[in-house]
T-cell receptor
Framework: GENVEQHPSTLSVQEGDSAVIKCTYSDSASNYFPWYKQELGKRPQLIIDIRSNVGEKKDQRIAVTLNKTAKHFSLHITETQPEDSAVYFCAASLAGNQFYFGTGTSLTVIP | GAVVSQHPSRVICKSGTSVKIECRSLDFQATTMFWYRQFPKQSLMLMATSNEGSKATYEQGVEKDKFLINHASLTLSTLTVTSAHPEDSSFYIC??????????????FGDGTRLSIL
């Protein structure tokens, strides 16, 4: 089955700096890659997703890139703010069925 | 849109009690609902996939007689933890996928249920 690895496990950045979280996947057939943000004690919320027919997607300060050849995808957050502090999970899916989640990255934005 | 409601948010009960958790999609029809368990500071561990009108598919190592799942309609799935014991204490969270003709739809999560067995 699919195996998703996520790095780093923890990340601290100064407010205003950029943050990058990277994930790799093992199944070349995976074609859907969502990213979720989970604040402490709350539900994971979808922040951005990308399908395998595109290489990059951007939504305001958040962007995701996908390299199908290398089987990795990354989340980029620019101009970070304290409210960006949370745990971020990547996931890989084949045809949108079962999601295989990464182990999570705890992001802390220091004011 | 795409709101998922999960109840209760917290349960504290004695060992041996059965606990029922509900997951509802409020403004959409969900072909599939998923049940996860999340340990502190860890990722989401898929327990089972629930399809409306059919038996749930359980992940390896998850006891189907322990964690009963019912998906009676396109908007409701329930997880019942039978004869719960302290080791069942955890954060349980459901998600639902919108029913469409295409694939690659995101999962929308409920708020989770914090289960504590004394």
């Amino acid at each position: 089955g699919e195996n998703v690895e996520q790095h780093p496990s923890t990340l601290s950045v100064q407010e205003g700096d950029s943050a990058v979280i990277k994930c790799t996947y093992s199944d070349s057939a995976s074609n859907y890659f969502p990213w979720y943000k989970q604040e402490l004690g709350k539900r994971p919320q979808l922040i951005i997703d990308i399908r395998s027919n595109v290489g990059e997607k951007k939504d305001q300060r958040i962007a995701v890139t996908l390299n199908k050849t290398a089987k990795h995808f990354s989340l980029h957050i620019t101009e970070t703010q304290p409210e960006d502090s949370a745990v971020y999970f990547c996931a890989a899916s084949l045809a949108g069925n079962q999601f295989y989640f990464g182990t999570g990255t705890s992001l802390t934005v220091i004011p | 849109g795409a709101v998922v409601s999960q109840h209760p948010s917290r349960v504290i009960c004695k060992s041996g009690t059965s606990v029922k958790i509900e997951c509802r999609s409020l403004d959409f029809q969900a072909t599939t609902m998923f049940w996860y368990r999340q340990f502190p500071k860890q990722s989401l561990m898929l327990m089972a996939t629930s399809n409306e009108g059919s038996k749930a598919t359980y992940e390896q190592g998850v006891e189907k007689d322990k964690f009963l799942i019912n998906h009676a309609s396109l908007t409701l799935s329930t997880l019942t933890v039978t004869s719960a014991h302290p080791e069942d204490s955890s954060f349980y969270i459901c998600s639902a996928q919108i029913r469409t003709g295409g694939f690659n739809q995101p999962q929308h999560f409920g708020d989770g249920t914090r289960l504590s067995i004394l």
